[in-house]
């Protein structure tokens, strides 16, 4: 059974290695279909190609869910934690959403690009934010510009209005008004309580290790300062002449 | 003296622990009434049942209340550490604060499933953040609709603007104006402000310890190597022939 | 000279000890007779009295103040780092600003209290958010309500507002627009950002602890083991029949 | 090639050495003239005069950005680094953004202070963000005077907004409606969250350091520690009449 599960876990880490490039492509296609059609003219010849390049690339995550879930080692626990990725995949009305899958392409530059982790959590967390306010802008523009009473009425409006909101700020000069804007809004609410989160940590994160460097009494012992007091009590057995864990003088 | 403090400290650690479940179960009898109450039509045949359904959950939080105060072992540092609990258990106009205590449930479902802290953290302000919301809904709901001048009139509205509250973003577009629904609110800020608290201080545990992983140098000894060290101590003595404690070479 | 400054040093730390009392006695007068002033029915017979009692309780800290100044080890550094404090005793139009001070009534009920660290920072958070709010209420009420086109009109509004204001929620269904309120308003809003830097930071140290305590392999070498390990080395010399630091074997 | 590069990234310290101060003497001119012409009077006689002295404090800068450029060992990954340092060169409608580099002036004024990391952070932050209200306000208010529909029509509400943006509370009384008002407001909400999480982590490090002094079997073990565990074991070696690595008993 053992042998059963370990052989699964690496079809997943396998499955998820070789589909990692083309979901980022597929994304990236996902995104400018997804913006053509909601910037572009509306008397454009072109709404049957996006409806089908949408399509498409909607297939590749379904099926990419689909495949890993029959994958999966514990099933049950794979689909309680990506119950996010199902609700994306699923419903047709929350289109938007999906896109947030987006951020799977800044995962994959980040390995390419390698480096320190906090040099990582840096540019992960520039890069969704851009991405993030990116996709909610066209997501709230698309949801609010046909409802009555909404005043966010132009694409510059609902970047405005993203920044806004992702920063909580939240002056209240746009506000979504539909339901599809508003749950879009609480999305970006919480990537904005996340990314206030991520920056903070970093920032504490520097502070605490500066302050350590800072004052040897107080810095905390490190591991290479513990191996260093090993060699020294081994090289102490050596000098009286013991060989370790051999036999005794 | 330290006997009988000891007896009711096991004393109230028990109770804690057979109260528990039936509590938790309360909570939620009293939490599906209190929806009901506010969400159901007006015209229900039903309001007499729910009044006594309300009435007999709010009578078992008294109970457990007085029976915890009679059992602490300090019972006015206890009395004073509990002041909330006193205040959501006197108080019959805030009723919707007596909600607050549903999160025992989350508490004994955290128990139920177990697991490592970060984890538990996260589970418990994800299950305490969709409750304090939907309860601040209901509360600001039912104490702002009947008021003059409420912007927030329906259900609707009402979540839209807890999570507006709870995220520190206040667009404005929604905002309590009774007496009930701006304390409701104020519960509601801060439980948005410890929400970000948690979640930055999540954050910040995680990116602390994949920093320390990352460079040994940098890195923190750990009590295991410290205890790896001392082995080796031990078994250098051990090769001096000195048996420990016992006599001299 | 070393011994002379010493001497300042000691000065000083007696001077604060002996006034820390009087000091919060004298603010809490004045606390109860500013809001008297801004609280209490206008025709009210007492205003000399409330005059003369805020004038003395002014005195009280401008006399506290000079005679730090004088005694202060290093004056230009002592003068620097209390610009505030110089402030808030100077100029006559910042009187709300004075009342800052009484924080000080919190410290010295801490220092009674005693505890834990993170015992002391969350009853020391808790009292001054409570004052903040309340001494900020005073303020902007008393700033806005004879100013044209104001919306602060009530206390209830102005205590209303400090709260929206404190966690950055920022509805703005209230905001002053009298430039001595909006003074009142910043510095609320820095305690505010304040206050949830010390929310956060407390959660983090306790999630840091509870994460470390968790896995022992994981957990920083405490100062503790490492005297455990002293002893075991010092132990070790002894049964080598070794007298430290006197002779060779 | 080695020593090529680190010629090179001699020079570059030595460069940026060198021009501290002069930049540091050109941006709080430049910061003068630009406060000058925005506030002054409109019929000043003095507008040729401030524009020359624009002129030649942003030559300045440029000439700085392009020396660095050529200097920089690894230049891509400079050229990468300073993105933001370019845009604020090149671009002329970004006029304010330049100013972002006074920020130097602060640096060159912390190095000449000196003193502890933390006293360090909260002197330099203070600074940053005195500076950052000052100059956004101006941008602001440059931006949206002349603008239809504007609300922030004196300076006084210019750096009463910058407030109320800074620190996330965001009533909405003032927002920004041109396109350059917008951005120098996301610029700065980028400074005011930043700004929170440098105090959040400033308080964090202070309340991490103080729970560790209090309690000695809780603190991690530090550096100077291990050192006296160090020399607590070559003592030994010496009593045993051992020379380290030079032989054996």
Redesign the interface.
């Known amino acids: 059974m053992t042998t059963s599960r370990d052989h699964r876990v690496d079809l997943l880490a396998g499955w998820e290695h070789r589909a990692e490039w083309p979901l980022a492509i597929m994304a990236t296609i996902f995104l400018a279909a997804y913006s053509f059609q909601i910037l572009g003219h509306p008397d454009s010849v072109w709404p049957a190609v996006l409806r089908v390049v949408l399509l498409v690339s909607w297939a590749a995550f379904a099926v990419d869910y689909v495949v890993r879930l029959a994958i999966a080692p514990q099933r049950l626990r794979w689909f309680v934690r990506h119950l996010f990725d199902l609700a994306v995949v699923v419903l047709p009305m929350l289109r938007p959403l999906r896109l947030v899958s987006l951020v799977v392409l800044v995962g994959a530059l980040q390995k390419a690009i390698g480096g ?3 040099g990582k ?1 840096i540019v992960y967390t520039a890069a969704s934010s851009v991405l993030l306010i990116y996709v909610a802008s066209l997501a709230v523009y698309d949801a609010e510009r046909g409802h009555a009473g909404a005043t966010i009425t132009s694409f ?1 409006d609902a970047v ?1 209005w993203s ?3 992702v ?7 746009f ?1 979504p008004v539909s ?1 599809t804007g ?1 749950i879009v ?2 999305l970006l ?2 990537g ?20 350590a460097e ?1 004052d ?11 191996r ?3 060699d ?6 050596d ?4 060989r ?2 051999t036999g ?2």
């Open positions: 320190a982790i906090r959590v510059g405005w920044f806004v909101t920063t909580t700020v939240g002056y209240g000069d506000a339901i508003r809004a609480v609410m919480i904005g309580i996340s990314l206030i989160g991520v920056i903070t940590a970093t920032i504490a994160s520097w502070i605490v290790q500066r302050v800072e040897d009494a107080e810095r905390a012992a490190t591991a290479a300062e513990i260093e007091l090993r020294e009590i081994r090289s102490l057995r000098d009286l002449g013991i370790a864990n005794r003088q």
